[in-house]
């Protein structure tokens, strides 16, 4: 998905669909451990520096990455208040899961009476 179509989508949209690439997510968790350069990461990956930097872009427009020189050096970063609203709105939801978990136990212990 190119950048150019955030217009299409809410700023939450464009997080989940930034996400939804297993590449994207693999960068994601490589940047969990700290800043990192487009070519580390595609040496981690093993994945071509080009495509690297198309999904870093991508993550860039949905607010979950920064990218900022040092030297010759462009570090990647984590931006956590994409993180932060993303759980905002999943932790809306958590009652649902915990309904359904709650009533699940409540049968087992039925079953198990």
Same mark, same amino acid.
């Given at each position: 998905?190119?950048?150019?179509?955030?217009?299409?989508?809410?700023?939450?949209?464009? %997080?989940?669909?930034? *996400?939804?690439?297993?590449?994207?997510?693999? !960068? =994601?968790?490589?940047? &969990?451990?700290?800043?990192?350069?487009?070519?580390?990461?595609?040496?981690?990956?093993?994945?071509?520096?080009?495509? %690297?930097?198309?999904? *870093?872009?991508?993550?860039?427009?949905?607010? !979950? =990455?920064?990218?900022? &020189?040092?030297?010759?050096?462009r570090r990647?970063?984590?931006?956590?208040?994409?993180f932060?609203?993303?759980?905002?709105w999943?932790?809306?939801?958590?009652?649902l899961?915990?309904?359904? !978990?709650?009533?699940?136990?409540?049968?087992?212990?039925?079953?198990?009476?």
């Amino acid at each position: 998905m190119e950048v150019s179509e955030r217009g299409k989508y809410d700023e939450l949209g464009f %997080v989940f669909l930034a *996400l939804a690439d297993p590449t994207r997510r693999r !960068l =994601v968790e490589q940047l &969990r451990a700290g800043d990192a350069t487009v070519t580390d990461l595609a040496d981690r990956l093993q994945v071509a520096i080009p495509s %690297v930097s198309k999904h *870093l872009t991508v993550l860039e427009g949905a607010g !979950l =990455v920064s990218r900022h &020189r040092e030297a010759q050096w462009r570090r990647c970063h984590l931006e956590s208040a994409a993180f932060a609203r993303l759980r905002e709105w999943v932790d809306q939801y958590e009652s649902l899961w915990t309904g359904s !978990l709650d009533r699940l136990e409540a049968r087992l212990r039925d079953e198990q009476a």
